[in-house]
C-alpha cells in the first residue's frame, strides 16, 4: 500500500472517514452522544465535536471510547484502512 501524504486539515476525506465510522459504532452500540458522554465523564458536546470533524481525539482517548461503547478498536483501524 502506498504512503499518503499527510494532511493537517481536520476536513480531510480519512478524518471524515474516522469520524463516519465512530458514529456507525456508537449507533451499533446503541448509544446516544449524551449516553456516551456520560459513560466518559464528559459533556455531550466533546462527543459531538469529534464526531463532527470538528476535534480530532488522540489514540489514548479513541481507545477509552472504544471502551466505553465496547467496541473493538482494532475493528474501526481495520474499517478504516480499507477505506
Known sequence: MAAR????????????QFCDLMIDSRKAAGLTQAELARKLHKPQSFVAKYEGGERRI????????CRAMAVDPIKIVRALSKR
Open 5 to 16: 501524504k499527510i494532511v493537517k486539515s481536520v476536513h480531510s476525506s480519512e478524518q471524515a
Open 58 to 65: 488522540d489514540v489514548v482517548e479513541f481507545l477509552i471510547i
